[in-house]
């Protein structure tokens, strides 16, 4: 919790995980707590993978900004491949 609220002094932060944002929350839950909206601003959350993107919202607290289906972009022939699964 710490190490995030000093680096977010200098950078702004992604954490991309294969875990849902539920997750994310209840992991962070001390930080989300007692961040204030610099910290938070500057923390982006890329969870399923990175296939979800969201970011923190003045007010209304974390948000989806953007989502992708790796299925629908890539074809179900090509998703199967990256995988190691033949069709």
Same mark, same amino acid.
């Given at each position: 919790?710490?190490?995030?609220?000093?680096?977010? !002094?200098?950078? !702004?932060?992604?954490?991309?995980?294969?875990?849902? &944002?539920?997750?994310?929350?209840?992991?962070?839950q001390?930080?989300?707590?007692?961040?204030?909206?610099?910290?938070?601003?500057?923390?982006?959350?890329?969870?399923?993978?990175?296939?979800?993107?969201?970011?923190? &919202?003045?007010d209304?607290?974390?948000?989806?900004?953007?989502?992708?289906n790796? &299925?629908?972009?890539?074809?179900?022939?090509?998703?199967?491949? &990256?995988l190691?699964?033949?069709?």
């Amino acid at each position: 919790i710490n190490a995030i609220e000093c680096l977010s !002094k200098k950078a !702004k932060i992604g954490i991309v995980t294969g875990s849902s &944002i539920e997750y994310i929350n209840e992991q962070l839950q001390p930080g989300l707590n007692q961040w204030d909206k610099d910290v938070l601003s500057r923390l982006v959350f890329y969870p399923c993978n990175g296939t979800k993107k969201y970011e923190y &919202i003045e007010d209304e607290g974390y948000k989806e900004t953007s989502s992708s289906n790796m &299925i629908k972009k890539l074809s179900a022939k090509n998703y199967n491949i &990256i995988l190691g699964r033949r069709r």
